[in-house]
C-alpha cells in the first residue's frame, strides 16, 4: 500500500456558473444533484480515498460562497475575482498552496474520476519526475455516447507519438477537430515550474482567457518534461455542463449501484 502523500496540493476548479444547466446562484453547478448528490461531493469523496492526504482548494467566484457554506471545512476555498480562464483560476489559490512540492488540479464538474485513476496520475509523476503529468483520453469516435466529448481540447501528438500541445476545439482547424484523442482536464504540475509559468500565459485566443492547456506548449518549448497517463474508463472523463451529460452521468452511476447491489446479493449466505 502506498503511504498518503503530503507534499501534493490539491485545486479544485468550481467557479464555473452552469448556465446550460440552469444552475442559480442558491445551486451553481458544482453542487447541482447527481442521485441526490452534489456534483463536487463525488470528487471529494475519490480524492480521500486517494494516496494524497492534503485538503482540497476548492477555487469559487465571489459569488458562490453557497459553495464553501454547504462542502464546509472539509476543503479549503480562494477567490477567483475575475473568470479568466482555467490558468487564472489554478493561479488565485496560489497563495493557499505555497507550502507544496506538487499541485494537482481537477475540475469540480467531473463527478466520476476514481480514486485509483488520481492515483495513477499523482504516482506516475512522482516517479516520473516530470513537471507536468496530465491524463488523456483515446476514443474510437465521437459518435453515440461518445459525441460528449466531442466538445473536448485535442491532444496533437508528433511523429514519434509524442505529446506537442493541446487545442481547445474553439481554437482548433478542421484536420485537428477530427482528433479523436482528447483532454479530460486533470493535471499535476511541479509547483516551482507551475508558478513561474502561469504568469507567462497569453489571453491571445478566441475566449481571450488563459487557458491551462497552454502550459503543455509552453513546458514543452522550455524543455521541461511532460507526462502523460490513458485514462482506460471514458465514462470517468465525463464533464457535466449539459442536461444530456447529467442524464448520462445518472445512468453510469445508477448502474455502479444496481451492480453493487447485485455483488452484495450474490455473497449472501443461503
Not at 469559487?60 to 464546509?72: E, M, N, Q, T
Not at 488520481?118 to 459518435?143: K, W, Y
Not at 491532444?155 to 485537428?176: F, H, N, T, Y
Not at 448520462?248 to 447491489?261: T, Y
Request: glycine share 6%.
Amino acid at each position: 500500500m502506498v503511504d498518503p502523500l503530503k507534499n501534493i496540493g490539491i485545486v479544485i476548479l468550481a467557479a464555473g456558473k452552469g448556465k446550460r444547466l440552469n444552475a442559480t446562484i442558491d445551486q451553481p453547478k458544482v453542487l447541482i444533484p447527481l442521485l441526490g448528490k452534489p456534483l463536487l461531493q463525488y470528487l471529494i469523496e475519490s480524492l480521500k480515498e486517494s494516496v494524497v492526504a492534503t485538503k482540497p482548494v476548492i477555487v469559487i467566484a465571489p459569488d458562490l460562497y453557497v459553495i464553501r457554506d454547504r462542502i464546509g471545512p472539509v476543503c479549503d476555498y480562494a477567490i477567483q475575482e475575475v473568470q479568466l480562464g482555467t490558468g487564472h483560476a489554478v493561479l488565485s489559490a496560489k497563495e493557499k498552496l505555497l507550502k507544496y512540492d506538487h499541485i494537482l488540479v481537477l475540475y469540480g464538474d467531473h463527478p466520476l474520476v476514481s480514486a485509483r485513476t488520481i492515483d495513477e496520475l499523482v504516482v506516475n509523476h512522482l516517479q516520473s519526475g516530470a513537471d507536468l503529468t496530465l491524463a488523456t483520453l483515446r476514443l474510437p469516435h465521437f459518435d453515440d455516447w461518445f459525441n460528449l466529448f466531442e466538445c473536448y481540447g485535442r491532444i496533437i501528438r508528433g511523429p514519434k507519438e509524442e505529446l506537442v500541445a493541446i487545442v481547445e476545439k474553439k481554437e482548433a482547424a478542421s484536420s485537428e477537430r477530427a482528433i479523436t484523442e482528447v483532454n479530460p482536464g486533470y493535471y499535476i504540475f511541479r509547483a516551482g515550474w507551475l508558478w513561474s509559468a502561469l504568469p507567462k500565459l497569453s489571453r491571445e485566443n478566441v475566449q481571450h482567457e488563459y487557458y491551462l492547456t497552454d502550459l503543455v506548449d509552453l513546458a514543452l518549448r522550455e524543455g521541461r518534461l511532460v507526462r502523460d497517463i490513458q485514462l482506460e474508463n471514458p465514462q470517468e472523463a465525463l464533464g457535466i455542463n449539459t442536461p444530456e451529460q447529467l442524464q448520462i452521468a445518472e445512468k453510469i452511476m445508477q448502474d455502479k449501484i444496481d451492480e453493487l447491489a447485485r455483488w452484495h446479493t450474490r455473497r449472501l449466505p443461503i
